[in-house]
């Protein structure tokens, strides 16, 4: 069974914090990805990355930046966190494009 | 803009009966589709999916239709259980480009006993 695992359930951070979300899945998956979930707005792709030290922005990158050292880690950091980054945070892995596998996700609420 | 639609946002069914849910996407380069179900407080899990070359692609309870010419997808539930009560996500992805997926805004699913 593919799993992937994230470093928190629940995260309560203050504004203007630097905020480190760890995903580290365990099938040798070249691409992984980081969305957030926002109700009524679905998930929304922050960045992914296809290899080792490889990124690439997705749709909302702005306020994120993403960090990926080893093949089974992948790090979303917020630099700065503010309010209106309270969401739910969701990583996924795959070999190909499709049937990502997803995280049990991090809800991050930002103060 | 959003290239993948799902314009409900929650849906209502008996038990027993059959759930649609429906998905509109507006970029052809779109080759691939997908439905993800998702219980409050996990992750996505992979639930079905269809390539652009079928039409129909069924697994046990779950089919997704496609229809290409519209750009229309829909996924029923035959039966519909009090356990399929969820979120559903469409999403589509294709094979050239970029290697992510883009999700829908998600149908809420409610089966009453």
């Known amino acids: 069974d593919v799993k992937v695992t994230q470093s928190s359930r629940y995260l309560v951070k203050r504004t203007g914090e630097k905020v480190f979300l760890e995903c580290v899945q365990d099938m040798d998956h070249e691409n992984m990805f980081w969305y957030r979930q926002d109700p009524g707005l679905g998930l929304r792709l922050i960045y992914f990355s296809y290899d080792v030290k490889m990124k690439e922005k997705g749709d909302i990158p702005e306020g994120y930046s993403v960090s990926r050292e080893k093949k089974e880690r992948f790090s979303l950091i917020l630099e700065s966190a503010s309010t209106n980054q309270t969401s739910m945070y969701l990583c996924a892995s795959t070999v190909y494009s499709n049937e990502q596998f997803f995280g049990p996700g991090t809800r991050l609420t930002v103060l | 803009d959003q290239q993948v639609k799902q314009n409900s946002p929650s849906l209502s069914v008996q038990e027993g009966r059959i759930s649609i849910l429906n998905c509109d996407y507006t970029?052809?380069?779109?080759?691939?589709f997908l439905w993800y179900k998702k219980y409050p407080a996990e992750g996505p899990t992979f639930l079905i999916s269809?390539?652009?070359?079928?039409d129909k692609n069924e697994d046990g309870r779950f089919t997704v239709f496609l229809n290409k010419s519209a750009k229309h997808l829909s996924l029923h539930i035959v039966p519909s259980q009090p356990g399929d009560s969820a979120v559903y996500f469409c999403?589509?992805?294709?094979?050239?480009?970029?290697?992510?997926?883009?999700f829908g805004s998600g149908t809420r699913l409610q089966v009453q006993p």
């Open positions: 999403a589509a992805g294709g094979t050239a480009g970029r290697r992510a997926l883009t």
């Open positions: 269809i390539s652009s070359i079928k």
């Open positions: 970029n052809s380069m779109f080759d691939y």
